[in-house]
């Protein structure tokens, strides 16, 4: 038997399992017409929701980066890589675009000679955890406030950081460790004490024009943006949905974010690890670190639900901030970043030190959130 009809009898399988399970709690037609609901739901109400914060965000951002502004934080955060991250100065403008933008921005960077020539090899590989710690981190942080949470949006942003600290240190060390010939330089050797400035356009267009072109060109961004997290938020999110969330006050009517709450039946097995941990106490909660592994923007899409069932409070969004930060689709960009850059040796170690630095982060924002809530 050939191995694509294998695997094509085992999604069958799998299909008819899963579907079957939820049809035959639900009922097939209520089990369709939630699926089409829920989806349509999200799009209405998340999707564009979320693509007007990320236009916002991204005119901001672009706004920021064409009058100096990024450069400025870069210059400011630049003493503080080498004690607390082992990373060249530079490294600190990958943070910053990362945490405007998105994961991705730290791979422009990276092959850029020019930058990449301050790092030694373990370094520049382990630039993918610390990217990936603030990607979307903007859009993140604003979506939590708008949900009048700044509190625990801004200690959820200091556990996200603790969480970068962890995972690429962890990084750099299991790479130490392994693959030796990782500690020679990429290539040749700068002076930090005279770091080289990102070549810029020169800017002869008048102060206007060049706040309106940033505006609108970091908005388009945004769109962009915003239509590339549809298929994450629709799928997962809808799948998550229909896995956590239980019937109506009506029974099962077909209506949108119902479904069999497999997830928190299985949770709640040792509630008291996520209790303990992250403070959770409705096992519903877990459902957005999960979805965070695949895409922080399909997880973003659950917090209108959370809100709407009375379960989303200061000390969840400060644990959603900081994994929905640190974790933000680490699962579907470290394997990309790594093998753009050429290091695929060393993707199962960027996992392992993310995946723990994220459970750190969410643990650090439930303690540091209760210790100034007992203030």
């Not at 579907?19 to 829920?38: K, V």
């Amino acid at each position: 038997m050939k191995r694509s009809h294998v695997e094509a009898v085992v999604l069958l399988l799998a299909l008819c399992a899963v579907f079957g399970t939820l049809g035959w709690r639900m009922g097939g037609g209520n089990l369709i017409n939630t699926l089409t609901n829920t989806a349509h739901n999200l799009l209405l109400n998340t999707v564009f929701y979320l693509m007007g914060i990320t236009v916002l965000t991204g005119a901001l951002s672009k706004l920021l980066a064409e009058f100096g502004v990024v450069s400025l934080l870069e210059k400011v955060l630049r003493p503080l890589m080498k004690p607390i991250y082992n990373l060249p100065g530079v490294a600190a403008l990958g943070g910053v675009m990362t945490f405007l933008s998105d994961n991705p921005a730290i791979i422009a960077l990276s092959k850029d000679k020019t930058f990449a020539s301050y790092f030694k090899k373990y370094q520049l590989v382990s630039l993918t955890n610390f990217g990936t710690a603030f990607g979307m981190g903007f859009v993140v942080i604003v979506t939590m406030i708008s949900f009048g949470q700044a509190g625990g949006a801004l200690v959820g942003l200091f556990g996200a950081v603790c969480g970068s600290v962890i995972s690429t240190r962890l990084m750099q060390r299991s790479c130490r460790k392994a693959f030796p010939e990782m500690e020679e330089p990429v290539m040749g050797t700068v002076n930090e004490a005279e770091p080289a400035e990102l070549p810029e356009e020169e800017k002869k267009q008048s102060v206007f024009m060049r706040f309106l072109n940033a505006i609108l060109d970091g908005g388009k961004n945004g769109v962009e943006l915003g239509l590339a997290i549809i298929p994450g938020v629709l799928i997962i999110t809808t799948a998550v949905i229909l896995i956590t969330f239980g019937p109506g006050p009506e029974g099962y009517t077909g209506a949108a974010n119902q479904g069999v709450p497999m997830l928190p039946w299985l949770a709640e097995k040792i509630h008291w690890v996520f209790e303990w941990l992250f403070g959770f106490e409705d096992m519903r909660l877990i459902a957005f670190p999960m979805t965070a592994l695949g895409s922080v923007g399909a997880s973003l899409g659950l917090l209108g639900t959370y809100n709407e069932a009375g379960i989303l409070d200061g000390n969840a969004i400060a644990v959603f901030t900081a994994i929905g930060m640190c974790w933000s689709g680490f699962l579907s960009t470290h394997t990309a970043m790594l093998d753009s850059l050429g290091y695929r040796k060393a993707i199962s170690k960027a996992l392992g030190a993310h995946t723990v630095a994220g459970l750190c982060a969410g643990v650090i924002a439930h303690f540091v959130y209760l210790a100034f809530s007992l203030l």
